[in-house]
Nanobody, 119 residues
Framework: VQLVESGGGVVQPGGSLKLTCATS????????VAWFRQSPGNRREFVAA????????HYSDFVKGRFTVSRDNAKNSAYLQMNSLKPEDTAVYFC?????????????WGQGTQVTVSS
């Protein structure tokens, strides 16, 4: 099983990025996907999650209204659209997959992609 994040980079405050979590080796449509992030000196924190079909979503309070999680089962991929980015959104972003929605401990993890919000 592999989860590979991409789409990170450097963006100015107020800008946007779209992260992709490409999966392989699992029946993607049977798994929910979550996004987490971790910045230096801080614990990893939950960002957003999407269930398997029909795709219920859940967001942490600090990204509600700015970030949107989605998935494309035909492409075995999930996405995190991030708008109105703030410097405090700077972190390594990870995707994770589990058969349970909002699992306590996710089965599979990607290696992360760096997002830096700076002027």
């Amino acid at each position: 099983v592999q989860l590979v994040e991409s789409g990170g980079g450097v963006v100015q405050p107020g800008g946007s990025l779209k992260l992709t979590c490409a999966t392989s080796g699992l029946r993607f449509y049977d798994y929910s996907v979550a996004w987490f992030r971790q910045s230096p000196g801080n614990r990893r924190e939950f960002v957003a999650a999407i269930s398997r079909n029909p795709g219920s979503t859940h967001y942490s309070d600090f990204v509600k209204g700015r970030f949107t999680v989605s998935r494309d089962n035909a492409k075995n991929s999930a996405y995190l659209q991030m708008n109105s980015l703030k410097p405090e959104d700077t972190a390594v972003y990870f995707c994770a997959a589990d058969e349970k929605f909002l699992a306590y401990d996710y089965d599979y993890w990607g290696q992360g992609t760096q997002v830096t919000v700076s002027s």
